[in-house]
């Protein structure tokens, strides 16, 4: 690894919107452009206040940042999040119409995309106001449309290469917990079950554990228990944090490899999981398929160059786990070296244009 030092990359912008004709309060933060325009999706749910909204927001599009840059995206990073109310809203059609405005006002900075809590339709209403969107409908080359499955497919090819790389063996007989089944959460249990895993399955919602029983003769785990349950592998699928200074040491999976963003709480938490043997995948190197599914369909890129890129992800991560044995690293700081080495690249030759 080159022993260059790098700075710390602060966030170029910050900006919070309000429109009380439709009740939108929002928060879109661009981390770095210096690969490209801002790229990232929009993520709605419940804050306590709009600081905590910033937050999630800050740390959201930096890692957003070393995602694209690993991925080798020409985009930068960012995030927007809507702070949905108690009470809900009135009409979330003119809400995301709204928010449409708030991105084109941002002159082309900033591109949005479906994130947790927003879907296709909401990306529909958004591009009403800007051209500044992904997440679409599919088009007739089958690109567009929710891009969550891709980010599963990520996932489930960045799990094999772990294990192939790490116990040289198939998931089949393995128990895999997936913490979370959303969109990404689910299709992902999908993939594990028809290569023979056994899975254990959590979320808040009873409804769609239920669902994945069902379909993938799961076991149900408690949500707040699944993060240190009996596994192979774990999975984050949910919000950020499920590695923390309470489980870390608790952890008995063997593999740390999800679709979740800010799996670690702290950057310092995957030197413990080396320490005690845990392989931690980094979530931004794995989860990357919606994102590169996003910009091909903003750039007009076509359905083979996604499908390459994102299967292009396992074997990514099998080179960045032999590399980082190699040189005494974890794979978690390694990477974070090569997109910080980038996105630094970048500003040099911007500097240079």
């Known amino acids: 690894m080159s022993s260059r030092p790098l700075p710390e990359l602060p966030h170029e912008a910050v900006h919070l919107f309000h429109d009380d004709e439709t009740g939108l309060r929002a928060v879109i933060a661009i981390h770095s452009t ?19 909204a910033t937050q999630d927001a800050l740390r959201l599009s930096e890692a957003m940042t070393w995602k694209n840059a690993l ?10 999040v809507i702070l949905w109310p108690e009470h809900g809203v009135a009409d979330r059609t003119r809400l995301f119409e709204a928010f449409g405005r708030c991105v084109h006002s941002l002159g082309g900075r900033f591109v949005t995309a479906e994130d947790a809590g927003s879907g296709v ?17 599919r088009r007739a080359d089958g690109v567009g449309g929710d891009p969550s499955p891709w ?36 299709a992902l249990a999908a993939l594990l079950h028809r290569t023979g895993a056994r899975l254990l399955v959590a979320d808040v919602d009873n409804g769609r554990v239920a669902e994945a029983v069902r379909r ?9 228990a699944i993060v240190t349950a009996p596994m192979d592998i774990l999975a984050p699928c949910a919000l950020g944090g499920a590695i ?15 679709a979740a963003n800010n ?10 999981l080396a320490r005690r043997g845990i392989l931690y995948a980094p979530d931004y ?69």
């Not at 990306?123 to 500044?132: C, D, G, L, V, Y």
């Not at 960045?158 to 913490?179: F, P």
């Open 121 to 137: 339709a909401d990306m529909q209403a958004a591009a009403r106001s800007t051209s500044h969107v992904a997440g679409l409908p």
């Open 34 to 52: 210096a690969l490209g325009p801002a790229i990232g999706g929009c993520r709605v749910q419940r804050y306590a206040s709009e600081t905590a």
């Open 285 to 353: 190197l794995v989860n990357a398929g919606g994102i590169i599914a996003v910009c091909a369909e903003y750039g007009d890129g076509d359905l083979a160059s996604v499908e390459r890129a994102v299967e292009a992800i396992g074997p990514g991560l099998a080179a960045l786990i032999r590399d980082a044995e190699a040189k005494g690293e974890t794979p978690a700081r390694l990477a974070d070296h090569l997109a910080r080495t980038r996105v630094a690249d970048g500003w040099s030759r911007r500097r240079a244009a």
């Open 244 to 258: 923390n200074p309470a489980t870390v040491h608790k952890l008995q999976a063997r593999l740390v490899c999800g």
């Open 263 to 272: 799996q670690l709480e702290h950057p310092g938490l995957a030197a413990e």
């Open 216 to 224: 993938f003769d799961a076991e149900p785990v408690a949500a707040d």
């Open 151 to 186: 980010t599963a497919r990520g996932v489930f090819a960045a799990m094999q290469a772990a294990v192939a790389e790490r116990d040289d063996r198939a998931l089949a007989g393995m128990t895999v917990g997936v913490q979370g089944l959303g969109h990404v959460g689910m």
């Open 71 to 80: 991925a080798g995206l020409p985009f930068g990073g960012g995030k927007a």
